[in-house]
C-alpha cells in the first residue's frame, strides 16, 4: 500500500507538532518533512518531493501563496492544501490562484483534513 508522504509548514512549534501527531493517527500518512518558514517548506519539498504539502496560512518568511506557487515550481506533482483561520471564499479563490489544490480552515482540520488528503490522490 502507498503511503500519502506529507510535509507540514507550520510556523509555530507546538502547532506543528500537534499537525504531526494528528497526521500520525491518520492511517497511510507519513511525515516526511517539517517546516518553520516558506523558504524552508520550498527546500524540502524539492528535495522530498511530498504527494502533499500542508501548508499554514501565516507562514513566516513570504505569503502561503507565494511559497504554494514555488513549492508547485521545486515538486510539480505535490499538491498543496493551505490550512487557514480564514474560512471564505475570497481566501478559497486567491488560495486556488496560487496553485494550492484544496483549503482547510484550522477549526475543521481535525473532521475534513483526512478526506481532503485522499480526494487529492485519488
Known amino acids: ?21 494528528f497526521l500520525l493517527g491518520v492511517a497511510d500518512v507519513e511525515v516526511v518533512g517539517e517546516a518553520a518558514d516558506g523558504p524552508e517548506a520550498i527546500a524540502l519539498a524539492g528535495a522530498r518531493a511530498p504527494d502533499i504539502a500542508l501548508l499554514d496560512s501565516g507562514l513566516s518568511g513570504m505569503s502561503a501563496f507565494t511559497a504554494t506557487g514555488l513549492i508547485k ?21 486567491a488560495a486556488e490562484d496560487s496553485g494550492a489544490s484544496a483549503y482547510v480552515a484550522k477549526d475543521r482540520v481535525d473532521r475534513d483534513l483526512p478526506g481532503v488528503i485522499r480526494s487529492l490522490l485519488k
Open 1 to 21: 500500500m502507498h503511503r500519502i508522504r506529507i510535509l507540514i509548514a507550520e510556523g509555530h512549534s507546538p502547532l506543528r507538532e500537534a499537525l504531526r501527531e
Open 73 to 93: 515550481a521545486a515538486s510539480p506533482d505535490t499538491k498543496v492544501i493551505i490550512v487557514a483561520d480564514e474560512d471564505s471564499e475570497d481566501y478559497w479563490a
